[in-house]
């Protein structure tokens, strides 16, 4: 039986060492099955095929990810207690600082504040924990554009272009993924239109919204903000666009448009040819440097 | 010292994850203890004194998330004292209802069940490696064994799931 060009791919692959175990397990029990007849009672080639059904057994389990993104953050309330923590021993040196060595005292005291800083810093400071996993997809969704022809068809999007930020607190709470890409100096000089780097901030969430980006030409900040919501089988997009104030909050961006989109019906290829804009599966929210 | 170890947590989530799961035994509250584990660990960065590493830190402080998850809902009261206190969430899923256990296939279902029964010196070695997703080295790590020890308990694990796996069932026979 003659292999496909994939097929020997994978070989080559297998060799190397280059495949994920299961897929590597899954060639072997490949080439195992199409060798039966020739080994027939080969010990070692029934030990080896037992081994790796037993492996492929146990698949489902090692294939288990969190559905969501993991939002590392803090309580209100261990963020208080840290806070109060910090203040009493503040207190506490003081207290005794200040029996007779004021000055001296006073700045041993900011010494303490500055040195507690970076730790209540980490505390406050959620984080957004993206499994690979999690990450190839959304590099995916980008790796969509490219077959779009559209102002992001040179987005070349790779796990490698993809940072990973916390959205704001408030929207923490939704479980988005804040994906920061940042196009470096090659990326950049690919696109004929742009130079330099540039900073989008786009957050994935889960769900199936169909959400739009301005084109490049709407907003040359490219802050934008894109809040999906859904009902009734429809999506309503509202996106702002904080253009030229890269440094602005979402709260100060103005509301630059919304539509209503039927996410099941509506090929996104064509909604991205329509009025300048491209679709993708994903939302942004603006964040805070 | 923290920045490091949030670049570095999205390679280990996945497995925070399966631990979680395996304990606590329903995948909501599996990423809730993921994600209180994360926090701890990001919370705790600068204790990380690198002696262990940090496939291990990051386990112990799952395991004890995981536990603190089942005391808190009291969902460790169920009989189950003579398991490890590892498996609870595993022998859970077993057990779901009946339409859960359908769409499982049933060689997983047979082989998970069969992990269960293993013996306790290889059952742990085989279970890092093989549903959570350790290395070898890993997993030596965290059970403080040598490399040589994990991969011996491992083979005779899955030896033992071989055989049982090749056993006709009891339905099977007639």
């Known amino acids: 039986m003659s292999l496909s060009e994939e097929e020997k791919i994978l070989l080559s692959q297998l060799v190397d060492g280059e495949l994920p175990v299961d897929q590597a397990n899954q060639v072997l029990a490949d080439v195992l099955g199409e060798l039966s007849h020739v080994l027939g009672s080969s010990e070692a080639a029934w030990q080896l095929n037992a081994m790796l059904q037993s492996r492929q057994a146990l698949a489902p389990w090692r294939q288990q990810e969190p559905s969501k993104t993991i939002v590392a953050l803090p309580s209100p309330l261990a963020v208080d207690r840290a806070s109060r923590f910090g203040w009493r021993l503040i207190a506490l040196v003081s207290a005794v600082l200040l029996g007779g060595i004021l000055v001296a005292g006073g700045f041993f005291l900011r010494g303490q504040i500055d040195s507690r800083e970076p730790a209540l810093a980490v505390a406050k400071r959620p984080a957004v924990i993206v499994t690979p996993q999690q990450r190839r997809e959304i590099a995916r969704v980008f790796a969509l554009h490219e077959s779009v022809a559209g102002p992001l068809s040179w987005y070349a999007a790779d796990e490698t272009t993809i940072q990973v930020a916390p959205a704001q607190q408030g929207e923490t709470m939704r479980q988005p993924i804040a994906v920061v890409l940042r196009l470096t100096q090659d990326l950049a000089s690919a696109a004929r239109r742009w130079s330099g780097p540039k900073t989008y901030v786009i957050v994935c969430r889960n769900g199936d919204a169909a959400i739009e980006l301005p084109s490049p030409a709407v907003a040359k900040a490219m802050r934008v903000r894109l809040l999906p919501t859904a009902a009734d089988g429809k999506v309503s997009v509202h996106y702002a666009i904080a253009a030229g104030g890269a440094d602005r909050g979402p709260e100060e961006a103005a509301l630059a448009g919304c539509r209503r989109l039927d996410s099941s019906q509506t090929p996104l290829g064509q909604l991205a040819l329509h009025d300048d804009l491209v679709n993708v599966d994903a939302s942004a929210w603006v964040i805070a440097n | ?174």
């Open chain 2, 1 to 174: 010292m923290t920045e490091p170890l949030v670049q570095e947590l999205p390679n280990h989530v996945a497995r925070m994850y399966r631990v979680a799961l395996r304990i606590v035994g329903s995948a909501d509250a599996a990423q809730e203890v993921a994600q209180e584990a994360c926090l701890k660990a990001l919370r705790a960065a600068e204790t990380f004194d690198g002696r262990a590493g940090r496939a291990t830190w990051l386990h112990r402080i799952t395991v004890n998330c995981a536990h603190d998850y089942l005391r808190k809902s009291r969902r460790a009261e169920r009989g189950r004292a003579a398991w490890d206190g590892e498996m609870v969430g595993m022998l859970a899923m077993l057990e779901s209802g009946p339409a859960e256990q359908a769409e499982r296939n049933e060689s997983y279902r047979l082989a998970l069940s069969l992990v269960t029964k293993l013996p306790d010196d290889c059952r742990s070695a085989f279970v890092l490696t093989q549903l959570d997703g350790y290395t070898y080295d890993e997993a030596a790590a965290i059970e403080n064994l040598s490399r040589g020890t994990v991969a011996s308990r491992v083979y005779r694990a899955r030896q033992i799931l071989v055989e049982q796996m090749q056993k006709p069932r009891v339905g099977e026979m007639s």
